[in-house]
């Protein structure tokens, strides 16, 4: 029988893969490329764009950037998937936040590969205030690393407590 860690990252890693992916493709086939559509006026949109560079947009002009985020990628995968095997069985939040790491990661190596870049649409802005447009994998990336710092921090906290 398949260990529960291993249940975890492959439901969570299919079912964010598949909802990255399919938004992206969806995108592609219905918006023309820097298409802006209002959702929610002056708070969030639909904007079709193509980020050469890091999450947000960051280092986009740099000219190595594609070869670097690529590498970067498959080592963040390649580590991601060798620290699973420490893992102990019991855990569930280190299970959930790496899975949702890597489905991120490896959802936006596959933009890089198919397009040179990665597709972005997710847009919000508030009050003149614009955050850069983002996509599935960047918020389940996100969303991994902040719950992983939580969960180390909180860890911490816990020992200390247990320790005195």
């Not at 019991?90 to 596959?110: D, F, K, M, Q, T």
Request: some cysteine; overall charge neutral; charged content about 20%.
């Amino acid at each position: 029988m398949m260990k529960r860690k291993y249940i975890i990252l492959l439901i969570i890693f299919c079912v964010l893969l598949a909802l990255d992916q399919g938004t992206k493709l969806f995108i592609e086939h219905s918006f023309s490329l820097h298409e802006f559509r209002e959702v929610i006026p002056g708070f969030f949109a639909i904007t079709h764009v193509q980020n050469t560079g890091a999450a947000f947009g960051l280092l986009a002009g740099l000219p190595e950037a594609a070869t670097i985020f690529v590498i970067i990628s498959l080592i963040a995968i390649a580590f991601i998937l060798a620290y699973f095997r420490w893992i102990k069985e019991g855990e569930v939040w280190a299970p959930l936040c790496l899975s949702l790491v890597l489905a991120g990661a490896v959802g936006n190596l596959i933009d890089r590969f198919r397009l040179g870049g990665v597709v972005d649409f997710l847009d919000f802005q508030y009050r003149g205030w614009h955050w850069p447009a983002f996509n599935v994998a960047d918020a389940s990336i996100t969303i991994g690393v902040i719950l992983l710092a939580i969960k180390i921090l909180w860890g911490e906290k816990k020992e200390a407590k247990e320790e005195a």
